[in-house]
């Protein structure tokens, strides 16, 4: 997430949006013993009117979720975000 942020902070610029996915369960050491293997998801942008396209997820704003954040199976959120972001929601 570090070297994430720093990117960002570089080279980022009004036009960006970042999707950061985990790709598996965080690791033990991390979210401690017995944690689900649920991971996490954020969507990083200036662009408010971006982020008002996913106001009805109930997310928590900033990088870590918060404990009554929704969890969804991956195909639910892939839905979700085509939804959201892909052709259709452009064109309304």
């Known amino acids: 997430m570090t070297s994430l942020v720093n990117w960002v902070t570089k080279y980022g610029d009004d036009n960006l949006v970042l999707v950061f996915l985990g790709d598996h369960q965080p690791s033990p050491i991390a979210s401690g013993a017995g944690a689900s293997h649920d991971v996490p998801i954020s969507i990083v942008t200036k662009d408010k009117a971006l982020l008002e396209r996913i106001t009805d997820w109930k997310w928590a704003p900033g990088l870590r979720p918060a404990g ?25």
């Open 68 to 92: 009554d954040t929704p969890v969804w199976p991956m195909n639910a959120f892939r839905d979700r975000f085509f939804t959201a972001f892909g052709p259709k929601a452009a064109a309304s």
